[in-house]
């Protein structure tokens, strides 16, 4: 995969898996839609707890935490979208864990309801009377079931949009670094220099001028003379 620049507006678009709704959006971009999205429904939340009567006073400690880790997520993913920086988004994907999870658990109510449309559970979380028929207990349970799922399935989204982001965002990062270390490490372009040519050394192992054959063949014969003259042994 090639070596992308790293920047605000651009987008790794060679690998499929940075993208979501059928290949068709990029995970980054996503991202904006989901921030935009969260945004409004955070300031709509801060809206109601300060300028409506009674409903900041109702909140209890649970709802301004919750409330709180809203609001830092949504800084954080900011910040990561800007900066391309993978932990910052570990606030909104634990975040985005915790209301998956809630959402499931609470879907997951609604469908035993379904299923016991009559038991004491469906009367003291949809407010069933005795005098309700099957048919609009189970209409009421299913309407109530589908809108659960649809916010699960769209959480769940969301979620996906996240840890996908920390995946392009980590490999933005280490691709980078891969830059960075190539470019210093490259050894600089300069021609080598040419070896100095050596001096040749003066050769003075010349074969002695005096020497010749006729020496040898003279010394040999005087040694087979002297051989001749010497007296051995009488032959009886």
Known sequence: MAITRS?????????????TC???????????????????????EWYFYIFVDRVGETADAGQAIISVWQLVSIICMILAFITEKEDLLIPYILFMIFVVTSFSFWAMQILVIAVFPYSERAQH???????MGFVMREKITLTVLSVFTTITTITGWFLHVGLSCYVYFQS??????????????????VAPLAPE???????????????????????????DKVFEKKAGPSMV
């Open 125 to 131: 979380l949809l407010g069933f009377r005795d005098e």
């Open 172 to 189: 933005r990062n280490r691709e980078l670094k891969v830059k960075n270390s190539a470019r210093v490490d490259r050894p600089p372009m």
């Open 197 to 223: 040519a050596q001096p040749k050394t003066r050769n003075d192992n010349f074969p002695n001028p005096n020497f010749s054959i006729s020496d040898d063949e003279d010394v040999d014969e005087d040694e």
């Open 22 to 44: 059928c290949s068709r959006l990029h995970v980054k971009v996503a991202l904006a839609l989901v921030i935009a999205f969260m945004a409004f429904i955070e300031l709509t």
């Open 7 to 19: 920047g605000l507006f651009t987008l790794e678009t060679s690998n499929p898996r940075f993208f």
